[in-house]
């Protein structure tokens, strides 16, 4: 009688739990496609309305106070030269900080305290390295609003995580593969970059991808450095006033014609595709070395 109580018991409890795993895998589920349902309301919204406003004119255009003429050409080629500068500098130190946390540095109190300070700085928001911009960049090197110092603000944004995401990467390279190197003779560079760069390389982008997207996006210290929303030429060197597709996008949302909503849609319909191509770019890489390891 009292096993077959206990039997119950256990057929009682298996039942709960797997109710309790529906309950959640249907919570779960509704969740996913509540965010799908409004990504596609919002990118439905902005295609219907960058229709026929999105054509090789408005791509070959600069700004103008007439809708029909505006174009995007300044903002987007500006946005090309931000990201032309904050890419390589960003994934420069930032990886290379990583490297020397994880493989060079012994663990300390001090290197504890700047692993403590780059997490935090991950999540310090975009307008405080905006003011840190104006003050060291634009007023303290005298770079003013040029493509250098947006590009090193810019820069000081993202490389905390891409210094989080590189140090978890190289974590994850098992410590076998560093012992099999130093077997055969390999000195510590040569197993960091022929060993251990190649394995991580894959978490490495993936963090690197969301940084520089969020790059492209933000707008919060391009305001504080006062970049313009208004420019009718292309920056000739990383030293000229340039603007980019967010500012240009924000500036067409403030006007009060009704058409230049329709020429805002088309803008981030651009900046849409723009950062598809930079993220597929980086995707493929990712994938090429996931094959490989």
Known sequence: MKRLVDH????QH???RLVKNNIFKLLFFFATVFGLIILVVLLYRVFTQATGWLNIDFLQNFPSRIPERAGIKAALVGSIWLMAMVAPLSL????????????????????????????NLAGVPSIVFGLLGLTVFARGMELGRSVLAAGLTMSLLVLPVIVVASQEALRAVPNQLREASYGMGATKWQTIYRVVLPAAV??????SILALSRAIGETAPLIVLGIPTFIAYLPKSVFDTFTVMPMQIYNWTGRPQEEFQHVAA????????????????????????????
């Open 202 to 207: 894959p978490g490495i982008l993936t963090g």
């Open 8 to 11: 119950s018991e256990v057929i």
């Open 14 to 16: 298996m039942n709960g």
């Open 266 to 293: 088309a803008g981030i319909v651009v900046l849409l595709v723009l950062l598809v191509m930079l993220n597929s770019i980086a995707i493929w890489i990712r994938n090429k070395f996931q094959k490989r390891f």
């Open 92 to 119: 420069f130190l930032g990886v290379g900080t990583a490297i020397y946390l994880e493989e060079y540095a012994k663990k300390s109190r001090f290197t504890d305290f700047i692993q403590t300070n780059i997490s």
